[in-house]
């Protein structure tokens, strides 16, 4: 008896499993991968981060440097990187050769550069932290055309700060 139970069991177990979750028609499987991802290709600069801009192109003008061009697309770039950054709660520059084969593929990027910060209240109290960093100093003195920049806060109000530098 219990194996007859336990056979019918199996049975009714398959036929109510096996069958429930299917599907009418292909089609459905079919549209779930035509779905086409719209890249994002705008980003709204924050007040820190227009300031951080101003801040650098009025630096390297100040050295004798051309002014570098903001580009949404590295901005954009900058802000995964800075939620990644909040999410670990670290400040690091993981995965930046990932990021940097996206911009020069994406981007026509022919270098890639980035800074990062951590804590600064002020986009003076960073941009001075960079420019007495020798790394970060030669990034923002660098032969690079376009930058991009996201400042994002912890829950705690702290700022991250992630600033990407291309040539073109």
């Known amino acids: 008896m219990k194996k007859i139970t336990s056979t019918g069991f199996t049975l009714l177990f398959c036929a109510v499993f096996l ?27 924050n007040t820190i981060e227009v300031e951080i801009l101003d801040e650098i192109n009025l630096y390297r003008e100040a050295i004798g440097l051309r002014e570098l061009k903001p580009m949404a697309k590295l901005s954009i770039e900058s802000e995964g990187h800075t939620e990644y950054m909040i999410d670990e709660g670290t400040v690091s520059h993981d995965n930046f050769p990932l990021r940097a084969s996206k911009l020069m593929n994406g981007a026509g990027a022919k270098a890639v550069a980035e800074n990062v910060g951590y ?7 960073v941009v001075n932290a960079w420019l007495k960093s020798k790394g970060h100093r030669e990034n923002i003195e660098g032969g690079y055309t376009h930058f991009g920049i996201s400042v994002r806060q912890d829950e705690e109000g702290k700022n991250y700060f992630t600033n990407i530098f291309i040539k073109k």
């Open 19 to 45: 069958t429930s979750c299917s599907k009418d028609n292909i089609q459905d499987d079919v549209t779930a991968y035509d779905q086409v991802v719209a890249e994002r290709t705008d980003y709204s600069y």
């Open 119 to 125: 804590g600064y209240r002020t986009s003076n109290a």
